[in-house]
């Protein structure tokens, strides 16, 4: 299909996606300051940035009227991304609705969590993913498509599928083991790639990604803070993964140092016990709101 993008368009036509992703694509966009109003158009809201016009579409959607070029950035999965194999360009991955696709077969036909040598129907509502993965594995298989619901063909209408699962407790309901994972998948920012070349809206994009990345690397982090006296300042500081270098301001009266430093939350329950180990004392711990290096 022909391009939609068009020439001497300077407003940034924004995607974003209904159902499950749209609560935490528009939180984070909140979060970094980029705020979006409903209309009585309700699915146009108005949002805080000049010159960026959004709709909110379906996922699959999103991918396809990027690709299209009618919109020039937009939230949308990876997997639906990868299936429908499209040029677009990835901005961020903002690590939201983390999902597995994979395959799952009832735990009555496998042998060694294996599925049988034998001709299989395999159901999925990706198409190419899962013909491409037939073909890797050189299996004897039907491609079924489904709409849906994927998860209730088999064993009478499929001996096995090809689904994205979080947490593989629904798969586990059906009686559905997993034998093989094809991709990993979250919901990401991407661009048309001709929007890029717009210096109007590249420009608008470079801001909405820098916004959206210091919330993202706000998340992983904490600011740490800890008093120390002046003989252990450096062996505290030697602990201390930060982004560049703490931040140090001397006590009032001498007494020894405050020390402040961004630290990966995930490091908390190695760090605390051991800067309390080195002598640090009244350590603070903080949520912060955005990051920007």
């Excluded at 034998?118 to 498509?145: D, K, Q």
Aim: overall charge negative; hydrophobic content about 40%; some cysteine.
């Amino acid at each position: 299909m022909k391009s939609l993008q068009k020439e001497g368009d300077a407003i940034l036509h924004l995607a974003l996606p209904k159902g499950r992703m749209q609560e935490g694509v528009n939180k984070l966009l909140s979060d970094a300051g980029i705020h979006l109003r409903s209309s009585s158009r309700g699915y146009r809201p108005s949002v805080s940035l000049e010159g960026v016009e959004a709709k909110i579409l379906k996922p699959q959607n999103i991918v396809e009227m990027l690709h299209y070029g009618s919109r020039d950035i937009g939230f949308a999965g990876a997997d639906w991304v990868r299936e429908l194999d499209l040029n677009l360009v990835e901005l961020i991955d903002t690590e939201l609705d983390p999902v597995r696709v994979v395959a799952a077969a009832p735990y009555s036909i496998l042998t060694n969590g294996e599925l049988p040598n034998r001709p299989l129907v395999v159901a999925s509502e990706y198409e190419r993913l899962t013909r491409a993965w037939i073909g890797e594995r050189g299996m004897n298989a039907t491609f079924v498509r489904s709409y849906g619901a994927t998860e209730v063909f088999p064993p009478e209408d499929a001996d096995c599928i090809v689904d994205n699962t979080a947490t593989g407790a629904t798969l586990h309901a059906n009686d559905l083991g997993i034998v093989d994972e094809l991709m990993r998948s979250s919901t990401r920012l991407y661009a048309h790639p001709k929007a890029l070349d717009v210096p109007e809206k590249r420009e608008i994009i470079d801001k909405i990604v820098l916004l959206v990345r210091s919330v993202l690397e706000a998340r992983h982090r904490v600011m740490l803070e800890v008093n120390v006296t002046p003989d252990i300042l450096d062996q505290v500081i030697a602990v201390l993964p930060c982004m560049r270098e703490p931040t140090v301001a001397q006590l009032h009266g001498n007494a020894g140092y405050a020390i402040k430093a961004a630290v990966p939350k995930n490091d908390l329950t190695r760090l605390i016990p051991e800067i309390k180990a080195r002598g640090g004392t009244d350590v603070i711990v903080t949520d912060l709101a955005q990051i920007v290096p």
